[in-house]
Every structure is written in structure tokens, then in C-alpha cells.
């Protein structure tokens, strides 16, 4: 008599349907790829409706909020006979410079207060204390020291990126797991060693994304930088089209603002990917 198998064959499993009055989304969990760019889109069109409705209902006087369709124009007339262009280039500029100029001072010294605490004591007190201060408070003076050109502006948005990143970065490396510092030093490291082979590649990533996020503090800075004594710039034509109340100009110069920094910060993302490709595991 054969005895019958004791593990039967699987039979293909069905899938369950959620039962009723269960949410659609769920905690943490991720969408896909093509999901994402969908519902980012649809918030974008959503917006933009109801601007269209409250513009084109009288809901809001024209001089107070220009349409979609007028700024739209309004922004095809600067770049096409204003020469607006070349704003949009210097102000560019002036974020790089300063974001840069921030970055090269910042980085290491972060990295300094996060791998020895000596120097994070005597640091982290007036770097927690400055960063609260608005760099726009400094104009008056940044005026008195170094004038109204280019040190101006760049001085700005050094202050206004600088503290905020040192901490950021000094905070990631001193995050660097205890374990893996104590088995470099087991293993006969020295502290530049561990630095080099530990502490620098496993914060690189959260670096890079920490210098990602402060570069849009840059953009936040450069247009108060640009309202005062500026002779170009997307700061410039704001206040010049707020002394016409152009609202329409005033509102395009807005949207390449956001455009030129959405674009900046995706392709600083896509950078940080592939320098780093094993952040993408985490």
C-alpha cells in the first residue's frame, strides 16, 4: 500500500479582495514610480484650476492676481523681448556662488564637529545661536561693510546656508554607528583612517542630501538679497513690476523661481543617486 505524499502539490494562490471600508492607502508604504509623477501632476492641475476660477469669476480683481493665461504671457514677453534671461542667469549665479562658497566652509568643519567632540563643543554653541539669526537682518550692515554689488548678495546667502549646514552635517556624522568605529579601531585604524574608510562613506549620502536641502534655503535668500540695491535679477524685475503693480510679471518671476529650483533639486537628486548608489538600498 503506497502511502499518500505528505506535502501536496501548491495550488496557485487567488488573491484576496480588501474588504469593504478598508482604507486604499497605508501607513509608509511607497507608491510606484509612474504613480507619483501622477499625482504629483494632478495637485499641479488642480491648483491651477482653481486660480483660473478665482481670476476668471472676478473673485479677485485682476490688478490684485493676474490669470494663468496672463501670466503665462506675461513670462513669454519677459524672456522674449526684456532680455529676462539674463536676470534668471544672475541669479542662478549668485546661489551657486554663495550656496558653493557656504559648502567649502561648512562641509569640513561639520564633519570636524561630528568626528572629534572637543571641537564640537567649542563650535556647536554659537552655530546653534547664529543659525536662528535671519540673514536678512545682516543687510543693513552687509550694506555699511561691503556695499550694494556682488559681496553683498553672495555674503547673504553664505549666511543664510552656512550655519544651517554645519549643524546638519555634524549631526550626520556623529550619528555613524559606535560598532563600526570600534572594529576599524580594532582592526589597527588610525582616526584618519576611520575617517577616510567609515565615517566619510557611510554620512556621504546624507551628506549630499543635506547640501541638496540647504541649497533651497539659497533660493529663499537670493530674492531678499535682490529687493535692495540690485541693478538684475529676478529680485530686480519683482520690484520693479511691484512699482507698476504688474502683478503678472511679478507672479512669472515667482514660478521660473520655483521652476529653476525644482529643476536644480532633481537634478542634485539624480547626482546624489549615482555617486552613491548604495543609499538607494536603505
Known sequence: ????????????????????????????????????????????????????????????????????WKTLQAGYDLFATQGFIRDVGMTVWRVVGGFLIAAVIAVPLGIAMGAYKPVESFFE??????????????????????GIGEAQKLSVIFLGCFFQLTLMIAMIVAGTRRDLVEAAYTLGAKDRGVIRRVLLPGAAPEIAEALRQVLGLGWTYVIVAELIGASSGI????????????????????????????????????????????????
Open 1 to 68: 500500500m503506497q502511502a499518500a505524499p505528505l506535502h501536496a502539490a501548491a495550488e496557485p494562490a487567488t488573491p484576496v479582495a480588501a474588504p469593504a471600508g478598508q482604507p486604499r492607502m497605508k501607513l509608509l508604504v511607497p507608491v510606484s514610480p509612474s504613480r507619483r509623477i501622477w499625482l504629483g501632476v494632478a495637485f499641479f492641475a488642480v491648483f491651477i484650476a482653481f486660480w483660473w476660477a478665482i481670476t476668471t469669476s472676478g473673485w479677485v480683481p485682476p490688478h490684485f492676481l493676474a490669470s494663468p
Open 125 to 146: 554653541p554659537f552655530v546653534s545661536f547664529a543659525r536662528y539669526l535671519p540673514a536678512s537682518a545682516f543687510i543693513p550692515l552687509l550694506i555699511l561693510w561691503v
Open 235 to 282: 529680485g530686480h524685475m519683482i520690484t520693479d513690476s511691484q512699482a507698476l503693480m504688474a502683478t503678472e510679471n511679478i507672479i512669472a518671476g515667482i514660478v521660473v523661481i520655483g521652476l529653476v529650483g525644482l529643476c536644480s533639486d532633481l537634478l542634485f537628486k539624480k547626482a546624489n543617486q549615482r555617486m552613491f548608489p548604495w543609499s538607494l538600498l536603505r
